[in-house]
């Protein structure tokens, strides 16, 4: 129990990260080039850790990790620099709270884990929360901007589903999160420079937001998101990635001002409350062992 806390919290760093990120990019990151913000995110976090790996893939490693870019870097980063331009914040991200049942629903099919009614109703519960927190601030919602918001919840479900799922007979998390992000950061430059032009002129404020979303955000954050997956059930995980709209809020509050009503109040609250009444269990079958320049690495029991 305790070792599954720990590697909850590690996990939990990453919905924090990205809910951070929502305000960085909105407040300081350029506007109309998706193609670029997404590639100048991806490539840079992949190249880092493809430095700190120091291993390229081999075999099947090749068409798996470009798979894994196209769904969880490249499609995934665009869909959701679209969705928070063409839908009002609290709009995103209540569609994006979806992820802990769209991610059980992947882990169903594609892990055969069943998720447990305590987790479906921990989802229930911390998804009613992000909607308290934000329902009022929602404002309109066009069909263009739900879509990709649709759709990059199901590219990340279907990636992340499928990154636990190969995990068993691959390399470990390290150099398979730099693959997946190098190979979508590549795929996305020459699209950027095709379709957008040069990259957009960046002042002090954009590039020091570039640095926290491709550093932070991204290297650091997908690092430990699949560690956790790695360890924990796709369930318990979808359900730490509500921390996202939830720091979301407290950052709104926090730096930008935002009223706390009591309708929000309940929200934050029923949020933390979902999340633990889902808690997360460690994969069943998984051990650990030493590998070369990564330390431990888990076995887990599941489809390859």
Known sequence: MENNLRWSALTALAPVAWGANYWVTHRYLPPGAPLWGAALRALPAGLLLLAAARRLPRGVWWWRSAALGVLNTAAFFVLVYLASQWLPAGTAAMVMALSPLALML????????????????????GIGGVVLMLAGGA????????????????????????????????????????????????????????FEGPPPALDGGALFAFGYTSLVATALAFLVWFAGLRRLPAAGVGLIGLLNPLTGVLLGTVLDGEPLDAARLWGIALVPAGIALGGARSVPGSTHRRTGSERTRPVVNSRS
């Open 139 to 194: 404002g309109a919602a066009g069909p263009a901007g739900v879509l990709a918001s649709l759709g990059a919840l199901l590219a990340s479900s279907v990636g992340y589903a499928l990154a636990r799922r190969w995990s068993a007979d691959g390399p470990g998390v390290l150099a398979s999160t730099a693959w997946q992000l190098t190979f979508g950061g590549l795929l996305l430059l020459p699209a950027a420079a095709l």
């Open 106 to 125: 992947c882990g169903w099919l594609l892990l055969a884990e069943r998720p447990r009614a305590a987790q479906l109703l921990g989802g229930a519960v």
